[in-house]
T-cell receptor, first 110, second 113 residues
Framework: QKEVEQNSGPLSVPEGAIASLNCTYS??????FFWYRQYSGKSPELIMF????GDKEDGRFTAQLNKASQYVSLLIRDSQPSDSATYLC??????????FGPGTRLSVLP | NAGVTQTPKFRILKIGQSMTLQCTQD?????MYWYRQDPGMGLKLIYY???????DKGEVPNGYNVSRSTTEDFPLRLELAAPSQTSVYFC????????????FGEGSRLTVL
């Protein structure tokens, strides 16, 4: 059974701080890694994806991947109250479907 | 473009009733999926399709059926509804199976009493 694990939270950070969200996965052959944001009562939306070891930056968001440690993270710089949501980590391998983690609930306090 | 459209948004069923959740996409995506999301449990794959006429089971298929007669439509059928099927259901589509973005519908909240 392929698993993706995340801390359920809630993770609370003050406005302007860096929020760090973590995800580990069990399938060592995983190739593609995604972060989805889901506001309460809404559907998930893609915010970042990463395929290679290292960092990938997009605006205030940075995804970090370490395949040797089977670990992927999402950093949100200058956190805003509008970033308050549940963040879902998704992992997949070639020819396989996405496997989602349970999500981490982030609360950014004004 | 409408993207992925699901209906209905809300439904209450009695135990043993049946219903169909409708899903249609206008992006000409070959891949379509049905997920369920229970509180704190993330998204679990029920069924998926890699193209018209081709469907396959996901992680939690029991109690559900699907069909894919056209590229656009991927309905999910619940037979003999049970309280365990109370959940939020999301339909999604993608251009590729595991390297591209999943586009989600707005979700259907189903309660079985």
């Amino acid at each position: 059974q392929k698993e993706v694990e995340q801390n359920s939270g809630p993770l609370s950070v003050p406005e302007g701080a860096i929020a760090s969200l973590n995800c580990t996965y069990s399938d060592r052959g995983s190739q593609s890694f995604f972060w989805y944001r889901q506001y309460s009562g809404k559907s998930p939306e893609l915010i970042m994806f990463i395929y290679s070891n290292g960092d990938k930056e997009d605006g205030r968001f940075t995804a970090q991947l370490n395949k040797a440690s089977q670990y992927v993270s999402l950093l949100i710089r200058d956190s805003q109250p509008s970033d308050s949501a549940t963040y879902l980590c998704a992992v997949t391998n070639y020819g396989q479907n996405f496997v989602f983690g349970p999500g981490t609930r982030l609360s950014v306090l004004p | 473009n409408a993207g992925v459209t699901q209906t209905p948004k809300f439904r209450i069923l009695k135990i043993g009733q049946s219903m169909t959740l409708q899903c249609t996409q206008d992006m000409n995506h070959n891949y379509m999926y049905w997920y369920r999301q229970d509180p704190g449990m993330g998204l679990k794959l029920i069924y998926y399709s890699v193209g018209a006429g081709i469907t396959d089971k996901g992680e939690v298929p029991n109690g559900y059926n699907v069909s894919r007669s056209t590229t656009e439509d991927f309905p999910l059928r619940l037979e003999l509804a049970a309280p365990s099927q109370t959940s939020v259901y999301f339909c999604a589509s993608s251009r590729s199976r595991n390297t591209g973005e999943l586009f989600f519908g707005e979700g259907s909240r189903l309660t079985v009493l």
